[in-house]
């Protein structure tokens, strides 16, 4: 169903028709009863449900339901050939897959969820009650050794659910999960599991991508919610030493740093509808004591900057990782082309000084008695090419030599079959 639904998103682009039996969007009663079935057997058939609301997860959240960016004509025939390389090589190019694009979530999209999300909204009471059912009969002993109830897969996916509603639903949908508390009730979520990595994950990336749509209904749901005060209580609540603090501290430092340079960059009176002027200058005071350091050493180069001296004749524009191909490079060296003798003889010194080169060939030359210093590999390989040269001379000389020299002997040379035959008649 995943499947034709997103095979079927761009027809309405090429002017074409979608059948309403393949079309979940404006024909979306299969998914209501998909998660209502699921929901009543929930028990039983978990997966069920699951796969369900996996189902509308990709469905509300599909980049596929945004029109296509226009590529400039050059930029698709730089795509072109890209897509012919090997894959090390589009990296080492272009650092990314080159079909790769970012979506801007204000675009209009090219089928309305207006009809999903009306089907969902029926389902959010149920589907909250879901939020407080723990995993019967399973515990964990987390590193702390405290035994705890774990999230369950189950209430990491209505998680999800309600995420991708608050993410890209309408205003009704944002509505309707605020009037069930739910986006204070999915931060709370994520104080309580702590251990829970891809909660806070998932969480945290939806905080994110309502600071990227700007002043929306989704931004002042989690304001409204409390985000900021939520964030700064489990982070203090942590204890002093940030580096031993929960699993939650690495997103609460990008959800707090995001959230000050969203507050800054937006328009006083509506920063001021989300965050008053005095919490504002608390929460400005907290960034800069507290999350700055981190942030700035979170930004720091590993292992530190490089040391002085290391490539110092390597140009700054050229200190990046080259396409080398090894098999057009044994070509050249096997037909003798000097270009291809060059750039190997570049490749295996690179990243050589020239003082190596003189050490070496002082070296060299107090080893020996003399002060000569080795040549190039280039030209190495042209004297024993020229010398090669000089040989073949010599000996094809010396064969024309012993020719005539045998036929002034009287030595008769083998004839062919068909000239032997002539002889004999």
């Given amino acids: 169903i995943q499947g034709i639904s997103q095979r079927v998103l761009h027809m309405p682009l090429q002017k074409l028709e979608v059948p309403p039996v393949l079309n979940l969007y404006s024909v979306p009663s299969m998914i209501g009863t998909m998660i209502d079935r699921a929901l009543q057997s929930r028990h039983q058939y978990s997966l069920a449900l699951q796969a369900a609301l996996s189902l509308a997860v990709d469905l509300m959240t599909t980049d596929a339901n945004y029109p296509p960016a226009e590529v400039p004509v050059e930029t698709s025939v730089m795509q072109a050939c890209v897509l012919g390389m090997s894959p090390p090589g589009r990296r080492n190019i272009l650092g990314t897959s080159p079909l790769s694009r970012t979506i801007d979530v204000n675009t209009p999209v090219i089928m309305s969820t207006h009809r999903l999300e009306t089907t969902l909204r029926k389902r959010f009471a149920k589907l909250e009650e879901l939020l407080d059912e723990d995993v019967e009969g399973l515990s964990v002993v987390d590193v702390s050794g405290e035994t705890r109830r774990?999230?369950?897969?189950?209430?990491?996916?209505?998680?999800?659910?309600?995420?991708?509603?608050?993410?890209?639903?309408?205003?009704?949908?944002?509505?309707?999960?605020?009037?069930?508390?739910?986006?204070?009730?999915?931060?709370?979520?994520?104080?309580?599991?702590?251990?829970?990595?891809?909660?806070?994950?998932?969480?945290?990336?939806?905080?994110?991508?309502?600071?990227?749509?700007?002043?929306?209904?989704?931004?002042?749901?989690?304001?409204?919610?409390?985000?900021?005060?939520?964030?700064?209580?489990?982070?203090?609540?942590?204890?002093?030493?940030?580096?031993?603090?929960?699993?939650?501290?690495?997103?609460?430092?990008?959800?707090?740093?995001?959230?000050?340079?969203?507050?800054?960059?937006?328009d006083p009176m509506r920063a001021d509808r989300l965050l008053n002027h005095e919490a504002t200058e608390k929460f400005d005071a907290f960034i800069v004591e507290e999350i700055a350091p981190i942030c700035e050493i979170q930004t720091t180069n590993l292992g530190g900057e490089k040391?002085?001296?290391?490539?110092?004749?390597?140009?700054?524009?050229?200190?990046?990782?080259?396409?080398?191909?090894?098999?057009?490079?044994?070509?050249?060296?096997?037909?003798?082309?000097?270009?291809?003798?060059?750039?190997?003889?570049?490749y295996v010194f690179v990243g050589s000084s020239n003082t190596s080169y003189e050490e070496d060939g002082d070296e060299n030359g107090a080893a020996d008695g003399s002060g000569a210093q080795t040549a190039p590999l280039a030209s190495q390989i042209g004297d024993m090419r020229l010398t090669a040269t000089e040989d073949k001379s010599a000996l094809e000389a010396e064969e024309e030599e012993e020719e005539d020299e045998g036929d002034a002997a009287g030595n008769y040379h083998m004839q062919p079959l068909s000239s032997a035959s002539s002889m004999t008649s």
């Fill in 150 to 266: 774990p999230l369950g897969s189950m209430r990491l996916r209505v998680v999800e659910f309600f995420l991708a509603c608050l993410r890209r639903g309408n205003d009704e949908t944002v509505a309707a999960l605020v009037e069930l508390n739910l986006p204070r009730k999915l931060l709370e979520i994520c104080g309580d599991f702590e251990w829970s990595s891809i909660l806070h994950s998932v969480v945290a990336k939806s905080i994110l991508e309502s600071f990227r749509r700007g002043y929306c209904e989704a931004t002042k749901a989690w304001f409204a919610a409390g985000l900021i005060d939520f964030f700064v209580s489990i982070w203090r609540h942590s204890g002093s030493d940030a580096w031993a603090k929960g699993a939650y501290t690495g997103h609460a430092v990008q959800v707090l740093d995001a959230a000050s340079k969203f507050l800054k960059v937006l």
């Fill in 307 to 346: 040391p002085n001296g290391i490539n110092t004749n390597v140009p700054e524009e050229d200190d990046f990782t080259e396409v080398f191909d090894m098999d057009e490079m044994l070509e050249g060296m096997t037909a003798n082309e000097d270009s291809a003798i060059q750039k190997f003889e570049q």
